[in-house]
């Protein structure tokens, strides 16, 4: 019998509704709503039911709106639930039991924890007071993470003097002081340069082999999710519409390639290379993203015009794959038939 699977987070149908207030145009409607306001329920979450293990690295897509920090606010206690029920750490999140806060912590990458005219090594005083944490052992977590993310200089310097890629390492840092045994990371590197990017998710890489917490990373920048998680949950209008892991979504997504050519004789009039493709007269050139099975047909058809050269077909990046699911996924829910990967 195989043994008992230790879940760090389990979710049973849980879910959230909100509940808006419809509001007309015009003067004379707005006063009229006083009186008579139409309101209308809103699921940012529908039942759910997941099982993570300890130690795993989660990634949650999807696009804006899509329910992913409405999920990660339930786990984390900050919102309640309208249905169903959650247990992370074995607590239930509502509850705020100090227990359970002192073992996670969740990072919001669009607020600021920090605070903003004070130097980090101050709000990091602070913070191990809350988290009843020792002076002497505070300060040593706080010099290992800056050491890891390269920053110790900026530790006393004020953080709104620091740039966006330096306040989001320090952030980190102030999220990971207490040594949290479950992390929550919504959107950690938005609106950051290449370079904060890798290094933000370097340090990642590192901190998870290093100290094997639980992870649900939310990230609209799919290179953290490709090479990070472990699992990949996509989410759609508040559902989750795959859950496994990266390779197996690429692999049984609808494959994806981008061909790419010059053509040395350009036809004198428009050419049909396929149904849903049409090469315009005169082009010297061709870049088109393709269902991997279309490739060879369409090749065909662009080397029966002439002298073609450069020829380079290449795969579809994750991002790519991901965007091309969700489109699908509009499509089906258009003609109301359920999503397939």
Not at 194 to 207: C, D, G, N, P
């Amino acid at each position: 019998m195989p043994p008992k699977k230790d879940f760090t987070i389990q979710t049973q149908e849980l879910g959230r509704t909100y509940k808006t207030y419809r509001k007309s145009e015009g003067v004379w409607k707005s006063i009229k709503g006083f009186w008579n306001r139409q309101y209308e329920d809103k699921v940012a979450l529908h039942p759910t039911t997941l099982q993570i293990e300890g130690g795993q690295i989660v990634g949650l897509v999807g696009a804006n709106g899509a329910g992913k920090t409405t999920l990660l606010k339930l786990l984390s206690g900050l919102i309640h639930p309208t249905e169903g029920d959650a247990l992370v750490l074995g607590y239930h999140p509502t509850s705020r039991d100090p227990e359970y806060l002192r073992q996670m912590s969740i990072l919001l990458g669009q607020k600021e924890q920090l605070w903003f005219d004070l130097p980090p090594a101050d709000s990091y005083e602070l913070l191990a007071r809350i988290y009843g944490l020792k002076p002497s052992e505070a300060k040593t977590r706080v010099q290992e993470l800056a050491h890891w993310l390269g920053c110790q200089e900026l530790l006393h310097i004020q953080l709104r003097r620091l740039s966006l890629g330096e306040r989001m390492k320090m952030e980190l840092i102030g999220a990971l002081l207490h040594k949290p045994r479950v992390l929550f990371l919504d959107e950690p590197t938005i609106g950051l340069d290449i370079v904060a990017q890798t290094s933000i998710r370097e340090f990642l890489a590192h901190y998870v082999r290093e100290e094997r917490p639980t992870v649900i990373l939310t990230s609209h920048y799919m290179d953290d999710i490709s090479r990070l998680a472990d699992r990949l949950l996509l989410i759609q209008q508040g559902k989750i519409v795959y859950d496994g892991t990266v390779a197996a979504f690429t692999a049984k997504a609808e494959s994806r390639q981008t061909l790419s050519l010059k053509i040395l004789s350009p036809p004198d009039k428009d050419v049909a290379i396929l149904p849903n493709w049409v090469l315009q007269a005169g082009s010297l050139s061709v870049k088109k993203e393709l269902q991997a099975h279309q490739v060879g047909e369409a090749l065909r058809v662009l080397m029966s015009l002439g002298s073609v050269q450069d020829i380079r077909i290449e795969e579809s990046e994750f991002e790519d794959v991901v965007r091309a699911f969700m489109e699908q996924d509009v499509r089906l829910r258009s003609t109301r038939r359920p999503p397939t990967v």
